[in-house]
């Protein structure tokens, strides 16, 4: 959680982060996400956010994510915010995937990759096992 990237996230993860966030005592992780500069998409929200070095992005917005790849030096690290991955997906704007995959099955829940969606085709970079179970697996979007 470094200075070299900035998040992007929806309205709905936006609005959660900063309710869950901007409560914490300080810490390493709260420190960062309050410093880092954030870009909220949202067809909703307007004016200004109310977290600390906010931007709303509003219109077209993989339009506007693909000025800021083009424009920022800084690494764009989505939280959750499956909507606005796969609107980012459909303009070709997703570069890698890092996925956490919880040993735990659940019957219903939003779909990263809905039927219909965007096909894409991924290479595995890394893979890593926790503990726990969990595995955190890094996926590069290839540009075949």
């Known amino acids: 959680m470094g200075n070299a990237w900035s998040l992007l996230v929806g309205r709905v993860t936006y609005e ?6 901007t409560r914490q005592p300080p810490n390493p992780m709260t420190d960062a996400l309050n410093r880092v500069d954030k870009f909220a998409a949202s067809t909703t ?16 917005v ?7 790849k083009r424009n920022r030096d800084k690494t764009l690290v989505i939280f959750g915010s ?16 890092v996925l956490q995959i919880h040993p735990l099955a659940l019957d219903r829940g939003r779909r990263l990759f809905p039927d219909g969606g965007a096909p894409a085709k991924f290479s595995l ?11 955190i697996g890094i996926w590069r979007v290839s540009t075949e």
Do not use: K
């Not at 970079?125 to 595995?135: F, K, N, R, Y």
């Open 62 to 68: 993989p339009a506007a994510v693909a000025d800021l």
């Open 125 to 135: 970079i890394e893979a890593m096992t926790m503990p726990t179970g969990l595995v």
């Open 16 to 21: 959660d982060l900063h309710g869950h966030w």
């Open 82 to 97: 499956a909507v606005l991955i796969q609107s980012l997906m459909r303009s070709n704007l997703v570069d890698e995937f």
């Open 45 to 60: 929200l307007s004016g200004s956010l109310p977290w600390q070095n906010s931007t709303l992005l509003s219109g077209d």
